[in-house]
Nanobody
Framework: DVQLQASGGGLVQAGGSLRLSCAAS????????IGWFRQAPGKEREGVSC????????YYTNAVKGRFTISSDNAENTVYLQMNSLKPEDTAVYYC?????????????????????WGKGTQVTVSS
């Protein structure tokens, strides 16, 4: 069974750091795009970051560029989201997702669409 387990959330002051972990099991990490989404109270869910763990290519939403870093340890089947310089507007429940890569004309594409697998979220609260 595919399982995603996010952890590492907590309460931190503005300007602080947290590192979220997403432990994946039941599938090979390098065949999936691993993403982090977040949802704040009263707001729509948004994509934060996406990683193609096979080649390390990463995507970040503009709001977190330069502050967040996504990485993976394929041997441990774990993806991390290092969050620095946290702001109160980063407060949200953070979810990790896994979307199987697609193939077209011999090329693999990694897209974090959030349509395949979701883990339970972890709460991040940033106080001002």
């Amino acid at each position: 069974d595919v399982q995603l387990q996010a952890s590492g959330g907590g309460l931190v002051q503005a300007g602080g750091s947290l590192r979220l972990s997403c432990a994946a099991s039941g599938f090979p990490l390098d065949e999936y795009a691993i993403g982090w989404f977040r949802q704040a109270p009263g707001k729509e869910r948004e994509g934060v970051s996406c990683l193609s763990s096979s080649d390390g290519r990463a995507y970040y939403t503009n709001a977190v560029k330069g502050r967040f870093t996504i990485s993976s340890d394929n041997a441990e089947n774990t993806v991390y989201l290092q969050m620095n310089s946290l702001k109160p507007e980063d407060t949200a429940v953070y979810y990790c997702t896994a979307d199987r890569r697609t193939q077209l004309s011999g090329t693999y594409y990694y897209t974090c669409s959030g349509t395949n697998y979701w883990g339970k979220g972890t709460q991040v609260t940033v106080s001002s």
